[in-house]
């Protein structure tokens, strides 16, 4: 068995899994103080059962090679945290720390929608936008593990604010960067007498957020139909970029794009088609991502299995 521990900004979890990737035991808690997280973290895998090997997604910036949590702006407190090191020095088993994109990356490509190829990218279209690379058959992290901020490409000269910069791919493709994008359109209809049925009032629009803008484009909305077409659009200008570059057979993309394909499809395909060289474009196919809710989870066994297969 292998043990997994998924360590967020808002919640952690423990997982125990099998080498084909199956979830047998999860155990989850609200991410409070690194000394509250760590301590229910052994807890929990004193209890869980034997395991042979731990995988520890996370989000960035780390340093995996040496396995310490360096300063991600959504853990506050786990600065330089050599997580690696104590958990070895508890459990005696192999450790694999590793970016949560690219471990999402490794997870799809070993048992969800990369399976079987080469060369692909996973994008994360979560609260932000990140990517995992596999590259002739491998991993790329980069030299220092950066390799996928995909998110901090300027797209357009000005635009909502992503990874501290306008207009970033990040500020158009994610769900804060849709947030943004719709209350900034709610508020010009306010501004103009119109309300939404969704937003009233200029209070209402701090509760705006991509899963509302969501659920009244599918019922047809227009400003939030709009929204799509915003960041749809720049979604295709930004795969076409990753395809210029890196000549993929797949781009495998979580989270709102899984939920929401039938939305984002043509309108990232019209721009994608447009910006691409169409040799390139031919090579590829844009896939939603296959493990669902369940990608980081089997995130953290796949880093496992790497860790007790490598002895890191």
Known sequence: MLAGIDIGG???AVILG???GKIVKKIKFPTTSREDAMRQIFDALDGIGEFEAIGIPCGGPLDSKNGIILNPPNLKGWENYPIVKILK?????????????????LAEWQFGAGKGCMNMAFLTFGTGLGAGLILDGRLYSGANDMAGEIGHIRIAPDGPEGYYKNGSFEGFCSGAGMKKIGQTLMREELCKGNTMPYCKCEA???KIDAK??????????????KVFEITGTKLGE????????????????GSLFAREEKLFRPIMEKSLTREALSLSLSAVEILPAALGEQIGDIAAITLAKIAKEQNL
């Open 238 to 253: 930004g795969l076409a970029i990753l395809v210029d570059i890196l000549n993929l057979e797949k781009i495998v993309i």
């Open 10 to 12: 808002t919640k952690c």
């Open 204 to 206: 209402d629009l701090e």
């Open 212 to 225: 509302i803008i969501s659920e009244y484009a599918r019922k047809g909305d227009p400003l939030c139909l």
């Open 89 to 105: 020095e508890r459990y005696g088993v192999p450790c694999y720390l590793c970016n949560d994109a690219n471990a999402g990356a």
């Open 18 to 20: 099998t080498n084909d």
